[in-house]
């Protein structure tokens, strides 16, 4: 798959992209435990920094103040030597200098799902997320998704698809392709998905 910083070339770990209700935080919290690796997720980092809830600096800030910190956020988090795993934001890929910060990840997994899939886990799941534009919830998602999607295929190392399956399940299928793709020979640091030292 198509990458900017080329596949596998960085030493902090996986990445998980994808839109809003992917399962990227809860998912990268079960990838982490399996491996016994540090969890991060940026949006809440990104919250601890500012003092405020997202949709707060939405509201008080704009969206263009929210990125500028989300870019602020992924640079210091992209910057380490030991490997973690880190649940994105959604809108992470907009930006070039993120995309090429999540070059420094060794595995950058894409999580996706169709439109109307997210809309139903996001009225499921009503957690103050900010509209990204003035139209309703499935339009907004499958407009915003589309304009998205190939900036996530840009990233990524491979693509989970989240449909119809748990979140065990989408953990377990993102670990059996970062397996895969460290047989392929892409440079990944230790240890394995399984915990072992190569
Ligand atoms: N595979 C799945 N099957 C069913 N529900 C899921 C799945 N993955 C996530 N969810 C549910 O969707 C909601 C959003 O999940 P989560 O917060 O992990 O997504 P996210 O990608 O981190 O979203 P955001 O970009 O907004 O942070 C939660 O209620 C979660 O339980
Ligand atoms: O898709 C997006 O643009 C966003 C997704 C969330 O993870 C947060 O980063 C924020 O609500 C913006
Ligand atoms: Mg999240």
Do not use: C, H
């Not at 998602?141 to 491979?158: D, F, G, M, T």
């Amino acid at each position: 798959m198509a990458r900017e910083s080329g596949p596998g070339g960085g030493s902090r770990g996986i990445a998980l992209v994808g839109y809003r209700a992917t399962g990227k935080s809860t998912v990268g919290r079960i990838v982490a435990d399996r491996l016994g690796w540090p969890f991060e997720d940026a949006d809440r980092a990104l919250e601890r920094r500012a003092g405020k809830p997202i949709a707060a600096i939405f509201a008080e800030q704009g969206e263009n103040a929210f990125r500028d910190l989300e870019q602020r956020i992924l640079a210091e988090l992209a910057d380490g030597r030991s490997p973690m795993v880190l649940a994105t934001g959604g809108g992470v890929v907009l930006r070039q200098e993120n995309r090429d910060a999540l070059g420094r990840f060794g595995f950058v997994a894409w999580l996706a799902a169709r439109p109307e899939t997210i809309a139903d886990r996001l009225r499921a799941d009503p957690d103050g997320r900010p509209a990204l534009t003035s139209a309703g919830l499935l339009d907004e998602v499958a407009s915003v998704l589309e304009r998205r999607e190939p900036l996530y295929r840009r990233v990524a190392s491979a693509v989970v698809e989240t449909d119809g399956r748990s979140p065990e399940q989408v953990a377990e299928d993102l670990l059996d392709r970062l397996d895969r793709a460290m047989r392929g020979g892409d440079r990944f640091p230790a240890p394995d998905s399984r915990g072992r030292m190569p």
